[in-house]
């Protein structure tokens, strides 16, 4: 198996190497040069990602559809994690990799802890992200048990959880994954010019100018630079920091 992976916090990282564990297989993240040769010379890919607003994040989306050819042929397992709910999270590539010729295989998905760390609603406590971590680490080894005993789960594919999807959010707010964000927002009177987040975005989206962050309009929305600012000095969706998510913090 090989394994494909975008990961704003490292939710989506650690549900994949925990599936991967018992399986075998590299994992890479599609931000890799080297991804594309992986996938190339697989012919059983597990991919993940997270849900933005049920649907899939600009930068995954993009990067399926740019390398449509390479999917023709494929099995492909779709991890998709969550927050809270997606619908048809594992789906919605499902339906673009079936489009470019993939046989999709299997879908799985995975609650975790939710990064949105500027906007208050579904902030917990560490105690309760620790078991939500537990629980989707023990569900995710359950899965690739099951796996490989030739039994992959089915999450996310048939037109029920399509119709939960499309009406639970995408309808609604779909459209905010469509086209790249003018974001991140960084405040400057905070911000020290340390180039973290800079050096860290998928997009290379921002860029630093006199000793200070300064935002473009390529944003995914994945929340890495606003998680790693140390002087929290990032935001993206809301305009305050409550809680800067990184999986690392609980592992
Ligand atoms: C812009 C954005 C939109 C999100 N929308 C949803 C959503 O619709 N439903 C949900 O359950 N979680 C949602 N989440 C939460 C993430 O899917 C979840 O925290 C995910 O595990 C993060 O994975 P990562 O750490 O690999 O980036 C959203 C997160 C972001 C940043």
């Not at 469509?178 to 911000?191: F, H, M, Q, T, W």
């Amino acid at each position: 198996m090989t394994g494909i992976y975008f990961s704003g916090t490292g939710n989506t990282k650690y549900c994949l190497s925990v599936f991967l564990g018992s399986l075998g297989g590299d994992m890479f993240s599609l931000e890799d040069p080297k991804a594309i040769a992986a996938i190339a010379d697989s012919g059983n890919i597990v991919f993940a990602y997270p849900i933005y607003y049920s649907s899939l994040p600009k930068i995954v989306r993009d990067f399926i559809t740019k390398n449509k050819d390479l999917w023709s042929g494929k099995n492909i397992y779709i991890i998709a994690t969550m927050g809270l709910f997606s619908g048809d999270g594992a789906g919605v590539s499902a339906r673009l990799f079936t489009k470019y010729g993939a046989n999709v295989i299997g879908g799985l998905h995975l609650r975790m802890p939710d990064c949105i760390g500027d906007v208050k609603a579904l902030k917990r406590s560490a105690e309760r992200n620790k078991k939500i971590i537990n629980v989707a680490r023990l569900k995710a080894e359950n899965a690739a048990k099951l796996f490989s005993e030739g039994k992959p789960a089915q999450e996310g594919l048939n037109i029920f959880y399509h119709i939960a999807g499309l009406f639970g959010q995408r309808l609604w707010f779909g459209h905010k994954t469509r086209v790249y964000a003018e974001s991140p927002s960084i405040d400057s009177g905070k911000c020290v010019g340390c180039g973290v987040c800079a050096e860290k975005c998928p997009m290379k989206n921002i860029r630093i100018e006199n000793s200070r962050a300064v935002g473009g309009n390529r944003c995914t929305m994945c929340y890495r630079c606003f998680s790693l600012c140390p002087k929290q000095a990032v935001t993206i969706i809301g305009k305050k920091v409550f809680e800067q998510h990184h999986i690392g913090k609980y592992l």
